[in-house]
Structures are given as C-alpha cells and as structure tokens.
C-alpha cells in the first residue's frame, strides 16, 4: 500500500512568488493535516481537514497561506506572496480513526515533506 | 497551551553505550509519540504510549511514560551506527487530533 506522497519535494522560489505544495494522503483516509518545520524550530501543526471539511486551522501563520481539499482526496497547500520566513520542511499526514476495545484510535502516517526554500 | 520540549537536541554517541532523550510535556496528554526520521524522509512511528507506566521496547530502542511526571524516555541500548537519525517525541492533546511536537534530537552514532 502506498504511504502518503508529497510534491515536489524541492522547491527554491523567490520572495513574493507564489508556490502550491501538493500532498496525496494514503487511500481512503478521511483525516489530512499539515505541518511545518521552519529551520532549528519544532514541527508545527497547520491545519486538519476531515474530509473536504477543514476541522482545524488554528496553525495557519496568517491568510499568504491558502489549503484546500477538494473532494477530499489530496490537498494543496498554497503560499503567495511567499515570504523569507516561510522557508522550512512541509509536511503532510493522514489518518484514519477507528475504534477498538472502547478508544478511539487516530495514528498519523507522514509523508517525506516538502522542502521550501524562498530566496 | 500544550508544550513539549526535548533534550538534548544533538546526541553524539559511541557504538555500545548506552544513551537517554527525554521528552517533558506541559499539561495533559492523552498519548505520546516517538517518531524518526531520516534525512529526506518520512517520520516513522517508533512507539504510542498510552498510559502511565507505559513501556515499549524494540530492538535497541525502550520508550517510556510517566503521566505524573509528564515525562517520557526514549532509551538507546548499545547504540549502533543504523540508529543514526533524527527522533521527535509528540503529544496528542486528550480529545484532539494535532500532534504537538518536541524539537527533535539528532542523534549521529559514531564507530
């Protein structure tokens, strides 16, 4: 079975350009998030869609970053205008719950990441 | 806020020593991972500890929880070079679904 896949996993682009990270989440998952590592820092939710739905985007740095779901099968993560401080690692995971023994379980899968670097 | 911190973040060790990351959380916690990663890889999942006195092992590797403490340990038994990696620990909030993250500890094993 075939694990959460990210694309393109290099892209260098300059300040102010746009970018679109792409993310294909393991089949049949319904549970999407992002996450990000900016250089020397910890890895940091972004946001959570449960299907096309978006459950939680607290995460989100501010509105340069636009995620969508459509059909809820992969996502896109789009930053414009890209700014320097947005270099880093973007990573993707998807989850599916199910239940067992009366818990609630959730295990996140993640992808290689994306690494964004903005000149 | 949930944090989570982790220390030391780099971990330079010998082959056949024995080595400890530790993992502190801030508030409660319903479970908490520990993950690798490779350069340019996914983060795998190591261990999920669930509940206090949790302790998981595989191969090399012992992970450990103590709610009261908000403390886990990840223990490196002998190390050996193919444990070379980064490791995160993560904390999944009760009743959430967002993996909050330590800062990751690079670990290189030298021969």
């Known amino acids: 079975e075939a694990g959460v896949t990210q694309f393109p996993s290099h892209s260098v682009i300059e300040k102010g350009q746009t970018v679109t990270l792409r993310c294909d989440p393991i089949?049949?998952?319904?549970?999407l998030y992002w996450y990000r590592r900016v250089m020397g820092k910890e890895i940091k939710f972004l946001l959570h869609?449960?299907?096309?739905?978006?459950?939680?985007e607290s995460g989100m740095p501010n509105n340069r970053f636009l995620a969508e779901r459509t059909g809820g099968t992969y996502s896109t993560l789009k930053v414009q205008p890209a700014e320097l401080e947005d270099s880093g690692v973007y990573f993707c995971?998807?989850?599916?719950?199910?239940?067992?023994?009366?818990?609630?379980?959730?295990?996140?899968?993640f992808g290689p990441g994306t690494r964004l670097t903005v000149l | 806020e949930l944090k989570v911190e982790q220390n030391p973040l780099f971990l330079s060790m010998q082959e056949g020593k024995n080595y400890t990351i530790y993992c502190n959380y801030s508030?409660?916690?319903?479970?908490l991972y520990w993950y690798r990663q490779d350069p340019g890889k996914s983060l795998e999942s190591l261990f999920v500890?669930?509940?206090?006195?949790a302790v998981k092992q595989e191969g090399r590797l012992m992970a450990s929880l103590d709610t009261k403490a908000r403390l886990s340990t990840l223990h490196i038994t002998a190390a050996v070079h193919d444990l070379s990696a980064t490791y995160f620990c993560?904390?999944?909030?009760?009743?959430?679904?967002?993996?909050?993250f330590g800062g990751g500890t690079r670990v290189l094993v030298k021969p």
């Open positions: 995971a998807s989850s599916q719950e199910f239940r067992l023994a009366g818990g609630r379980y959730n295990e996140q899968f």
């Open positions: 089949s049949g998952h319904d549970n």
């Open positions: 869609f449960v299907k096309e739905s978006k459950q939680d």
């Open positions: 508030t409660t916690s319903d479970r």
């Open positions: 500890l669930l509940s206090n006195g």
């Open positions: 993560a904390a999944l909030k009760a009743a959430g679904n967002k993996l909050t």
